[in-house]
C-alpha cells in the first residue's frame, strides 16, 4: 500500500520497535517525537505568532512542559511568553465591581480551569488523536501493517487501551474482533513475560537464590513501570542512560 505524509511517522514508529524491540511501545516514540516538534516550535518562531501568543496567555503550560522549556536554554523566549502568561492571570484574578456572584467565585473558576489546562500538552492531544486514528485506519487496510503491529514487542497500557478505543471507533465489529484478538495475545504474553521477570527479580533479593542467573530481571521493575504508564517525555534524538 503506497504511503500517503500522515501515515510515514506511524509507520516508521512501528518500524523501530519492530526491528529494536528496546524502543519498546511505538506510540510512546510517536508522542515524544511529537512533544518535541511542539518544544521546538514554541521555543521557535511560533512563540511571536499573535494566535499562539493569545491561546498561551490563556491556557499556560503545565508542570512537565514548563520545565522541559526551562532546560532547553531558551530563557528569553520563555520569560516573554511568562511575561504575557502573568499578565493574563492578574486580568483574571480582579473582581468585577458590580458582578452578583460571591467574591472571588470567577477568579477561583479561572484558577481551577488553569490547573488543567497546557497550551503543548492540548496540541499533543490533538495530533496524537489523529495518530492512533491513522494506526487503526493502517491496521484495517494493510495488511503490510497488520503484519508490524503483530510484531511489536508490546504497547504501554495506556497506549493500548488507546489504540483498542480508536479501532474500535474506526472498524467494523467482525474486523475489530479480529484485531482484539491479536492484539489481545501480543499484550498478554507481555504482562507474562514482565511479570515473571519481576518475579525473579524479587527471588534474587532471596539468599536461596544467590547462585541463580539474574536472566532478564535485572531492568525488570524499570521495564515494568514503562509498561505501566508509559515512556514518555524523553527526547527521542538523543540516547537514553
Known sequence: MPEKIYTIPVNEAFEGSRDDPSKGCPFCTLYNTLEENELDRILGAAMMEPDVRIETNAQGFCDTHFKMMFVRKNR???????????????KGQKSKALSLKAP????????????????VCSRIAFNFGKMMETAAYLWDTDGEFRKKTAAQPYFCLPHYRHFLSAS??????????AFYEE????????????????????KKFDYRYNDEPWYDSKDAVERAMRFLSGDLHKDPKKPQS
Open 183 to 202: 492484539i489481545s495475545k501480543l499484550e498478554g504474553a507481555y504482562i507474562e513475560k514482565i511479570n515473571n521477570d519481576v518475579s525473579w527479580f524479587c
Open 76 to 90: 528569553l523566549g520563555l520569560g516573554l511568553m511568562l511575561e504575557s502568561h502573568l499578565a493574563e492571570i492578574a
Open 104 to 119: 472571588g467565585t470567577d477568579a477561583e473558576a479561572n484558577l481551577e480551569k488553569l490547573e488543567h489546562s497546557c497550551y
Open 168 to 177: 474500535r471507533r474506526n472498524m467494523n465489529k467482525k474486523t475489530f474482533a
